[in-house]
């Protein structure tokens, strides 16, 4: 039951950290034609986020 419980949690703050990650890559879209040099730089670390959000998850499975 509370490997169930444990399960769910971590779970959901996978979804929370995704969705964030592709709230972030939505506003660099949407900004990247205002400013298309910072943009790059942004998404760069948006992307970089997203890899490490994954090892993370990847690293604690083992």
């Excluded at 910072?38 to 948006?46: C, T």
Aim: glycine share 8%.
């Amino acid at each position: 039951m509370i490997e169930l419980i444990g399960v769910v949690v971590v779970g959901g703050m996978m979804l929370k950290g995704f969705l964030a990650v592709a709230r972030g890559v939505f506003d660099a879209i949407k900004r990247e034609r205002e400013q298309p040099e910072r943009v790059e730089r942004q998404r760069s670390m948006v992307i970089l986020a997203a890899l490490a959000i994954v090892m993370y998850f990847l690293t604690r499975r083992k």
